[in-house]
């Protein structure tokens, strides 16, 4: 997995040749380092005093949402290298040898299976880093008011992430039916409204408690 490596590592690989990882796979990790921050943000938060005093019903919500934080970190690693393999499959459709009839007709449809694939990857990295946004943001209140700009960070971090994967979503539509490229570009566009939205409402937010 390319979280395995070194950070060092990762970054030489982004920076080659090679067209794998990435921008699907970078938005993906970029969307893990995201939620990496707003769950530190939960972790300096926890078991302080200000947050002990909380009403119960208040920190048990901020725990469940401190808790579904790190299962969409785990999705968002797991997407990085999905995204490369998605990538590679298109590839190696369009080198498929078409030399008859039989072999144009295998590629085409190998190239359309491998298209489905590498445009169902970066949307999921955006469902997956809205969703973190749409937790990320009901934690302002009540965590460590102290580590809030790095919650600030994290939110902006998801907001990259998701415009970053919808150009991975864009890029591949091209041979799409028309019927299906209208219903994927309204998603795209559903997803970056959103997101939109509540980068600016919680980063106004956040801003005044600086």
Request: proline share 1%; with cysteine; net charge negative.
């Amino acid at each position: 997995m390319l979280i395995d490596k070194s950070g060092s590592a990762i970054l030489d690989e982004v920076d080659s040749s090679s067209a794998v990882p990435g921008g699907g796979s970078v938005s993906a990790l970029v969307g893990a380092f995201g939620v990496s921050l707003a769950r530190m943000y939960g972790h300096l938060s926890i078991d302080k005093k200000r947050f002990l005093a909380l009403d119960e019903k208040i920190q048990a919500d901020f725990k469940e949402n401190f808790d579904a934080l790190e299962a969409l970190k785990e999705d968002l690693i797991e997407a990085c290298d999905n995204d490369s393999e998605a990538y590679d499959e298109v590839m190696k459709a369009y080198r498929l040898p078409k030399e008859n009839d039989e072999e144009k007709i295998l590629r085409t449809e190998a190239i359309k299976k491998a298209t489905d694939i590498a445009i169902a990857s970066p949307l999921k990295i955006m469902e997956l880093a809205i969703e973190a946004m749409r937790i990320m943001i009901k934690m302002i209140d009540h965590g460590n008011k102290n580590a809030i700009s790095d919650l600030g960070c994290a939110i902006l971090f998801m907001d990259g992430a998701i415009n970053g994967a919808s150009l991975n979503v864009l890029i591949n539509l091209g041979s799409v039916e028309e019927e299906k490229k209208f219903l994927l570009e309204a998603k795209v566009n559903e997803l970056i409204n959103e997101s939109t939205d509540i980068k600016n409402k919680a980063i106004s937010k956040i801003k005044d408690m600086l």
